[in-house]
């Protein structure tokens, strides 16, 4: 065996087949099921897109009833949940609580050893159901404050943005809330769905590997950035800060967060640059123009500095900000909007099956004895 195609971190490699979604770089476009990730954001709702990646394809408008209906009848999440999240640590981030709530969620689910179609459809509606209220509660039983059950008059983007700020959203927030959550959807394969893939391909359940996407998602090369973000951002507190203080940051070799991207090093992210827009409407009607021009400042900073492109966590960040969202809850609402590609892809893996199991380029000693 040759070790001739070893890529650091399999950078470039093509890792697995999927009809699910794809970057298309040269055309600046984030494919869907065949359509267009910005789009889509555009023009349809969250539960729409979470339709398309689950069922395959858009709903008619009564699929869509009805695949609201049934996420609204599985939202209960088990009191057994919320008492062994509260059992935490004082060390948790929101992440961990995530976490140890899927793992747990796995345990009350009957159907948790099956993988066929049907099961592992059920899992995911209920997955999808339950990801708001399991996230929005864990930052209030973090703080010591009462569980917040969702509600049915609200829409899916509205009801999780109430449950978190403990007001209902504007039309104009909850518009923002769900856009939010389109372009967080899908992304082909960053390390948190190959995460799951590559345990899902063992005929491990669904639950263990979303619970190892989380762990994933968590790290600040990937979704821990959005909220790492926004501490930059207030650290800097003043459009005049943010040059010094980046070019700073620069000099002594440390990684500005919410730039550069593996697939996007040389293109601007589509995301990024939606949510931008987001953030004028935002500021435009809640005021803080500081935090959009600081924004503007570090991306022609990073952009001139560095060549790099600002990815969807650096204009997320201020929009979870203007949404009243506590920052410890960007990372965990990243991933509950998630939750729709990664079950899509975890049954993608299932349907086709073969196990992972990549080799490695030896660099230890041989030879040796005892
Ligand atoms: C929604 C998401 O999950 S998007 C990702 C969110 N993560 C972040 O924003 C964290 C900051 N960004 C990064 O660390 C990187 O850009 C990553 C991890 C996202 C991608 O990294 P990789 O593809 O492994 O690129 P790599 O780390 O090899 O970087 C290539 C070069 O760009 C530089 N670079 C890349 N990103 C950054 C950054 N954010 N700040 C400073 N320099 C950077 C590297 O130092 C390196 O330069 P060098 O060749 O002179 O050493
Ligand atoms: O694609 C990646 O590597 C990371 C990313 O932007 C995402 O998961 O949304």
Request: charged residues 20%.
């Amino acid at each position: 065996m040759t070790d001739e195609t070893y890529k650091p971190g399999l950078e470039g490699i093509i890792a697995t087949e999927t009809a699910l979604s794809y970057l298309d770089v040269d055309h600046e476009q984030i494919v869907i099921r065949g359509y267009d990730l910005i789009e889509l954001a555009n023009t349809v709702d969250y539960i729409k897109v979470a339709h398309l990646l689950m069922e395959g394809h858009l709903p008619t408008s009564s699929e869509y009833d009805a695949f609201v209906r049934t996420l609204n009848e599985r939202q209960t999440v088990p009191d057994q949940i919320f008492s062994i999240m509260k059992s935490l640590g004082p060390q948790q981030h929101l992440m961990d609580s995530l976490r140890t709530a899927l793992s747990a969620l796995a345990t009350f689910d009957s159907s948790l050893g099956r993988l066929d179609a049907q099961s592992t459809a059920e899992q995911s509606l209920t997955l999808l159901a339950r990801m708001p209220v399991i996230v929005a509660n864990s930052y209030h039983i973090k703080n010591h404050e009462a569980i917040v059950q969702p509600r049915a008059d609200l829409g899916y983007a509205a009801n999780f943005l109430a449950m978190i700020t403990g007001s209902v959203p504007t039309p104009d927030e909850a518009q923002a809330f769900d856009q939010l959550l389109t372009v967080y959807s899908e992304h082909e394969m960053p390390n948190s769905t190959f995460t799951a893939i590559v345990i899902a391909s063992t005929l491990s359940d669904m639950y263990g590997a979303l619970v190892g996407a989380v762990a994933s998602l968590k790290g600040t090369l990937h979704g821990g950035a959005n909220e790492a973000v926004m501490h930059m951002l207030l650290e800097m507190k003043t459009p005049d800060q943010v040059a010094p203080q980046l070019l700073a940051k620069l000099a002594r070799k440390e990684r500005i967060m919410g730039f550069g991207h593996r697939v996007y090093m040389k293109k601007p992210d589509p995301r990024a640059m939606l949510m931008k827009e987001s953030l004028k409407r935002l500021v435009a009607i809640k005021g803080h123009q500081d935090l959009y021009d600081m924004c503007v400042i570090g991306e022609e900073v990073m952009q001139r500095e560095k060549g790099l492109y600002p990815n969807l966590d650096y204009y997320a960040a201020p929009v979870y900000y203007l949404l009243g969202v506590p920052i410890e809850l960007y990372t965990p609402i990243f991933f509950a909007a998630r939750t729709a590609g990664l079950v899509a892809h975890v049954r993608e893996q299932y349907e086709h099956n073969r196990l992972f199991r990549p080799r490695v380029r030896y660099t230890g000693p041989r030879g040796l004895h005892p």
